[in-house]
Nanobody, 121 residues
């Protein structure tokens, strides 16, 4: 069974930094992409950053230049380094993974349980 376990959320003052981690466990053959989404109260869940199997990353315009997504293939882990945090970055952050369990198999779409990030003085 595949699981995504997130960590690293918390309370940070404006201008501060946090690093989120998402570790995938289970018999995963290959990842298509891994990424981070966020959802603020009463708002939809939006893409923050994503990195594909080729290592190409894309970011929401609102976080470009402040957030960096990276991955450790050996650990099946994706990270989100968040710098210069703003109050509007406050949200629940969800890890997402697109992966295959076997060659030519279907692509599965899994979500982590979410981790709260609060930016406030």
């Amino acid at each position: 069974q595949v699981q995504l376990v997130e960590s690293g959320g918390g309370l940070v003052p404006p201008g501060g930094s946090l690093r989120l981690s998402c570790a995938a466990s289970g018999s995963i053959f290959s990842f298509v992409a891994m990424g981070w989404y966020r959802q603020a109260p009463e708002k939809q869940r939006d893409l923050v950053a994503r990195i594909n199997s080729g290592g190409e990353a894309n970011y929401a315009d609102s976080v470009k230049g402040r957030f960096t997504i990276s991955r450790d293939n050996a650990k099946n882990t994706v990270y989100l380094q968040m710098n210069s945090l703003k109050p509007e970055d406050t949200a629940v952050y969800y890890c997402n993974a697109l992966f295959q369990l076997r060659i030519g198999g279907p692509i599965y779409n899994y979500w982590g349980q979410g981790t709260q990030v609060t930016v406030s003085s």
